[in-house]
């Protein structure tokens, strides 16, 4: 009687919540779980739990599955708004079970935080039919560890694994659970060389097996690329999926052709992953392509705004990694450009800011002006001096709305990096100003 009573009361809090126009992401959660610390434990599905998990392009990959989802006439249940945590996820499955905790779907698909994933999914009534491992890279140290810690942290919960592993197979750390996986099924995706690979780098991987270094074929950026370990072979897969070849914005497994409207390489990789769970639960390629081609993001990754005819777009960067990508992705537009860079230090930010040191400001000359922002402008300013950015076109504003303003007084085209906790703010003003209400 006691949980039925909880689940009433979380729903009339997100039932209030949103009339309030508010968030209730997370809140509803967070109060049954103080009500009853094992609240999830009463919750029962009926349906395949799909889980999606990595550092990069988590909520952006779990979107694309759920609309593909949806498309496909399946009943779905998702944490679309990305609130991939504890509270998060127990206030998703709240809102979406009966008042006697049962939860019936086709699929119910959950974005996860790492950290969270032997939190979540020791639960026998939360068994997951699929876990995606997008990929592994050092992120925000003072809140989840090292990648060895989450490795260890996933690797709990696939010692009884029997479900289905889709795993990046050109990330080292992401290959190393598969290991793990010993009832389960593995599929492996990765790339061939491409036009863009290359093959030198300061990455250096150890083979968690034997401890030497791992050797590679190829790059495609960061530490994801063909490797192989020369003593005991650790990275000696057969890919489920293989990306052939990028044109513009189509791109390859074998003949099959799909076409997006973000052609970036780490997307495509997310992409990958998707058309392996497309592939295991035979869905449609028609769908599965009309979502990849059509798809616009409303989450700030990678969300276009047109201001006074001033296109805007907004990405979130919350490692060294995913700045560093989207960066060499700025970089390649030869039109006449500005950035603004948010970073805080709040807690979900992570207080240690160091690994900003981390991003390659190289070679940035090709922007009009910078501008810095957020609670820790003034370390992205010194950061870009260091990195010989003319010190003349680098602005410090630590007002979001006034950095916005600052960046929208040109006519030049406008990007926008941010960590975590400036995103959802920024987002809602830049929709304000493309509506024309602000």
């Given at each position: 009687?006691?949980?039925?009573?909880?689940?009433?009361?979380?729903?009339?809090?997100?039932f209030?919540?949103?009339?309030?126009?508010k968030?209730a992401?997370?809140?509803?959660?967070?109060?049954?779980?103080?009500?009853?610390?094992?609240?999830?434990?009463?919750?029962?599905?009926?349906?395949?739990?799909?889980v999606?998990?990595?550092?990069?392009?988590?909520?952006?990959t779990?979107?694309?599955?759920?609309?593909?989802?949806?498309?496909?006439?399946?009943?779905?249940?998702?944490?679309?708004?990305?609130?991939?945590?504890?509270?998060?996820?127990?206030?998703?499955?709240?809102k979406?079970?009966?008042?006697?905790?049962?939860i019936?779907?086709?699929?119910?698909?959950?974005?996860?935080?790492?950290?969270?994933?032997p939190?979540?999914?020791?639960?026998?009534?939360?068994?997951?039919?699929?876990?995606?491992?997008?990929?592994?890279?050092?992120?925000?140290?003072?809140?989840?560890?090292?990648v060895?810690?989450?490795i260890?942290?996933?690797?709990?919960?696939?010692?009884?694994?029997?479900?289905?592993?889709?795993?990046?197979?050109?990330d080292?750390?992401?290959v190393?659970?598969?290991?793990?996986?010993?009832?389960?099924?593995?599929?492996?995706?990765?790339?061939?060389?491409?036009k863009?690979?290359?093959?030198?780098?300061?990455e250096?991987?150890?083979?968690?097996?034997?401890?030497?270094?791992?050797?590679?074929?190829?790059y495609?950026?960061?530490?994801?690329?063909?490797?192989i370990?020369?003593?005991?072979?650790?990275?000696k897969?057969?890919?489920?999926?293989?990306?052939s070849?990028?044109?513009?914005?189509?791109?390859?497994?074998?003949?099959?052709?799909?076409?997006?409207?973000n052609?970036?390489?780490?997307?495509?990789?997310?992409?990958?992953?998707?058309?392996?769970?497309?592939?295991?639960?035979?869905l449609?390629?028609?769908i599965?392509?009309?979502?990849?081609?059509?798809?616009?993001?409303?989450?700030?990754?990678?969300?276009?705004?047109?201001?006074?005819?001033?296109e805007?777009?907004?990405?979130?960067?919350?490692?060294?990694?995913?700045?560093?990508?989207?960066?060499?992705?700025i970089?390649?537009?030869?039109?006449?450009?500005?950035?603004?860079?948010?970073?805080?230090?709040?807690?979900?930010?992570?207080?240690?800011?160091?690994?900003?040191?981390?991003?390659?400001?190289?070679?940035?000359?090709?922007?009009?002006?910078?501008?810095?922002s957020?609670?820790?402008?003034?370390?992205?300013?010194?950061?870009?001096?260091?990195?010989?950015?003319?010190?003349?076109?680098?602005i410090?504003?630590h007002?979001?709305?006034k950095?916005?303003?600052?960046?929208l007084?040109?006519?030049s085209?406008?990007?926008?990096?941010?960590?975590y906790?400036?995103?959802?703010?920024?987002?809602?003003?830049l929709?304000q100003?493309?509506?024309?209400d602000k």
């Open positions: 009687m006691k949980n039925c009573i909880i689940v009433i009361i979380a729903k009339f809090i997100t209030i919540l949103k009339l309030l126009g968030n992401g997370t809140v509803p959660g967070r109060i049954a779980l103080k009500l009853n610390k094992n609240i999830r434990d009463y919750i029962k599905i009926d349906g395949k739990l799909i999606i998990t990595g550092t990069n392009g988590k909520t952006t779990t979107n694309m599955i759920y609309e593909i989802l949806r498309k496909s006439n399946k009943k779905v249940v998702c944490n679309i708004g990305g609130n991939n945590i504890g509270w998060g996820i127990t206030t998703t499955l709240l979406s079970c009966n008042i006697f905790g049962k019936k779907a086709d699929y119910i698909v959950l974005e996860t935080d790492e950290h969270w994933i939190v979540l999914y020791t639960n026998a009534n939360l068994k997951i039919d699929t876990l995606i491992i997008l990929n592994l890279f050092n992120d925000q140290l003072d809140r989840t560890g090292e060895d810690t989450i260890s942290k996933i690797g709990k919960i696939l010692k009884n694994y029997k479900g289905n592993l889709i795993l990046n197979g050109n080292p750390n992401v190393r659970l598969g290991l793990m996986n010993t009832k389960g099924k593995n599929y492996y995706y990765g790339s061939k060389k491409l863009t690979s290359y093959t030198d780098s300061t250096s991987i150890i083979c968690p097996i034997c401890k030497e270094t791992l050797e590679y074929e190829f495609q950026y960061s530490h994801i690329g063909k490797f370990c020369p003593k005991c072979e650790f990275g897969i057969n890919y489920y999926n293989e990306l070849k990028i044109d513009v914005n189509d791109f390859y497994i074998g003949k099959d052709k799909y076409t997006t409207n052609p970036n390489l780490y997307n495509i990789y997310n992409l990958l992953a998707i058309i392996t769970l497309s592939n295991i639960y035979n449609d390629k028609d599965v392509n009309d979502i990849f081609t059509n798809y616009a993001s409303k989450d700030g990754r990678y969300q276009k705004f047109n201001i006074n005819n001033k805007c777009i907004l990405n979130l960067g919350k490692n060294p990694t995913g700045f560093n990508v989207i960066l060499n992705n970089k390649k537009d030869k039109d006449n450009k500005e950035l603004l860079i948010l970073i805080n230090d709040k807690i979900n930010d992570g207080k240690d800011v160091s690994w900003i040191w981390g991003i390659d400001f190289n070679n940035m000359n090709s922007f009009n002006r910078i501008i810095c957020g609670t820790r402008a003034y370390d992205i300013a010194i950061t870009l001096k260091c990195n010989n950015y003319d010190k003349n076109k680098i410090v504003e007002d979001i709305d950095s916005i303003n600052k960046l007084e040109t006519d085209k406008k990007y926008i990096i941010s960590n906790s400036p995103l959802t703010k920024t987002k809602e003003i929709e100003l493309e509506k024309g």
